[in-house]
């Protein structure tokens, strides 16, 4: 099996412009293909994972990955799957998130020797003329052809600035300069990004001919890369620092039993022969499934020992176990008491478990929270400062676990 026959089995392509091509080109480790990161945070989040790792499975085939930081798109902000503007970042912000990118790119990507490239889009997004863009870009784009896009649609009743309309502009001549200048011959991306993508690849036919196009091979990624690593409205980052690898372990042992095989089959290294095996499983068999997920992505990113701590941790709390050492901790100061109590739900506030006061009374009315091992009722439940003299442990549910100290 080649690496594009891999790739189709394990779900990962969901629509191609030249299948026959592509294959050849992957499997003969001829693509140059790039991947596209735009800086929104310091951090890259869980729902990074899939384009981490098929840049990784790609790679390790020979083919050259390209991973492109968005430092002149970010100022723009992408509309896609957007019901509002995107947070206007400074360069400044946009430069700190970028190098943080790629420190967590480097656990997924071998950037030694020319095998992969990391570049930032703002060196020449940046010096851009204006004219000059309308007039050799801007006039090989349709504007019927884009308010048809469904990254544009979505936007229209609530109002699509024209900053926003510039996008799929800079996006597609992305590509247009890396194949230019880098020999980049394929590109990658969630399915919100199709219409984008279909732009580039026609901005390289229409610019230089179909010669040209015929080296342009555009791929597609199942959306739902884009759609993993939240939960309950937080993300899930890469960062320690933002989401403990305890927690990261947490998200990734708690997915719904329909979604665990999927995961494993598109996110992690495991032989498909042995996944396929796991196919048959149910019931209690799927929390093992579980278990192997959460702990294979667990090492990806923070590597084999701290994976090993979560899920000791983890087992040890569902067994009733003593060690929760590695469970994630917030530390309360006496200006987080008043008269020498904090409630339940600042406590759940101030660690970040839920996100408002009315998630947290909704979740003590339905008996979803524990204190210490004891379940609450009373949505004012105060604890004593006193009470601290021992370490408090809030559950959440059936699998959150938090632990607070002064």
């Given at each position: 099996?080649?690496?594009?026959?891999?790739?189709?089995?394990?779900?990962?392509?969901?629509?191609?412009?030249?299948?026959?091509?592509?294959?050849?080109?992957?499997?003969?480790?001829?693509?140059?293909?790039?991947?596209?990161?735009?800086?929104?945070?310091?951090?890259?989040?869980?729902?990074?994972?899939?384009?981490?790792?098929?840049?990784?499975?790609?790679?390790?085939?020979?083919?050259?990955?390209?991973?492109?930081?968005?430092?002149?798109?970010?100022?723009?902000?992408?509309?896609?799957?957007?019901?509002?503007?995107?947070?206007?970042?400074?360069?400044?912000?946009?430069?700190?998130?970028?190098?943080?990118?790629?420190?967590?790119?480097?656990?997924?990507?071998?950037?030694?020797?020319?095998?992969?490239?990391?570049?930032?889009?703002?060196?020449?997004?940046?010096?851009?003329?204006?004219?000059?863009?309308?007039?050799?870009?801007?006039?090989?784009?349709?504007?019927?052809?884009?308010?048809?896009?469904?990254?544009?649609?979505?936007?229209?009743?609530?109002?699509?600035?024209?900053?926003?309309?510039?996008?799929?502009?800079?996006?597609?001549?992305?590509?247009?300069?890396?194949?230019?200048?880098?020999?980049?011959?394929?590109?990658?991306?969630?399915?919100?990004?199709?219409?984008?993508?279909?732009?580039?690849?026609?901005?390289?036919?229409?610019?230089?001919?179909?010669?040209?196009?015929?080296?342009?091979?555009?791929?597609?990624?199942?959306?739902?890369?884009?759609?993993?690593?939240?939960?309950?409205?937080?993300?899930?980052?890469?960062?320690?620092?933002?989401?403990?690898?305890?927690?990261?372990?947490?998200?990734?042992?708690?997915v719904a039993d329909a979604d665990v095989l999927k995961c494993i089959r598109m996110l992690t290294f495991l032989p498909l022969e042995?996944i396929d095996k796991m196919s048959e499983w149910e019931g209690s068999q799927l929390n093992a499934a579980k278990e192997i997920l959460?702990?294979?992505?667990?090492?990806?990113?923070?590597?084999?020992?701290?994976?090993?701590?979560?899920?000791?941790?983890?087992?040890?709390?569902?067994?009733?176990?003593?060690?929760?050492?590695?469970?994630?901790?917030?530390?309360?100061?006496?200006?987080?008491?008043?008269?020498?109590?904090?409630?339940?739900?600042?406590?759940?506030?101030?660690?970040?478990?839920?996100?408002?006061?009315?998630?947290?009374?909704?979740?003590?009315?339905?008996?979803?929270?524990?204190?210490?091992?004891?379940?609450?009722?009373?949505?004012?439940?105060?604890?004593?400062?006193?009470?601290?003299?021992?370490?408090?442990?809030?559950?959440?549910?059936?699998?959150?676990?938090?632990?607070?100290?002064?």
């Open positions: 099996m080649g690496i594009y026959e891999e790739l189709k089995e394990r779900g990962l392509i969901a629509q191609v412009t030249n299948e026959e091509e592509i294959r050849e080109m992957v499997n003969s480790g001829k693509a140059v293909f790039y991947i596209g990161f735009d800086c929104t945070a310091d951090s890259l989040t869980a729902g990074h994972f899939m384009a981490l790792t098929l840049m990784k499975r790609l790679q390790d085939s020979g083919n050259k990955p390209i991973a492109l930081i968005g430092g002149g798109t970010t100022m723009i902000g992408d509309p896609s799957g957007r019901s509002d503007m995107r947070k206007m970042l400074t360069r400044k912000d946009i430069d700190h998130n970028a190098a943080c990118f790629k420190r967590q790119m480097e656990r997924f990507i071998d950037f030694s020797d020319g095998k992969a490239l990391m570049i930032n889009n703002a060196d020449w997004l940046l010096n851009l003329n204006y004219v000059e863009v309308l007039r050799e870009v801007g006039a090989c784009f349709s504007v019927n052809n884009m308010l048809r896009a469904e990254c544009y649609k979505q936007r229209m009743e609530k109002g699509l600035s024209f900053l926003e309309f510039n996008y799929m502009i800079m996006q597609s001549y992305d590509f247009y300069y890396l194949f230019q200048h880098y020999g980049c011959n394929m590109q990658f991306g969630g399915d919100d990004q199709w219409s984008n993508m279909l732009g580039g690849t026609e901005l390289i036919r229409r610019k230089l001919g179909k010669d040209a196009h015929a080296m342009t091979i555009t791929l597609l990624t199942d959306a739902q890369g884009n759609k993993m690593g939240k939960t309950a409205g937080n993300a899930v980052w890469l960062d320690p620092e933002k989401t403990s690898p305890y927690e990261f372990y947490q998200y990734w042992r708690n042995e959460a702990f294979e992505l667990t090492k990806l990113v923070h590597g084999e020992e701290e994976a090993q701590k979560a899920q000791t941790a983890a087992k040890a709390l569902f067994a009733g176990g003593a060690d929760n050492s590695d469970m994630p901790q917030t530390l309360l100061s006496d200006d987080d008491f008043s008269n020498g109590e904090i409630t339940v739900i600042d406590m759940m506030l101030k660690a970040k478990i839920i996100n408002s006061k009315g998630e947290g009374r909704r979740l003590i009315a339905q008996g979803g929270v524990s204190v210490n091992n004891q379940k609450i009722s009373d949505a004012f439940t105060t604890v004593s400062k006193d009470e601290f003299q021992k370490e408090i442990i809030i559950k959440k549910g059936k699998k959150v676990f938090h632990k607070f100290s002064v």
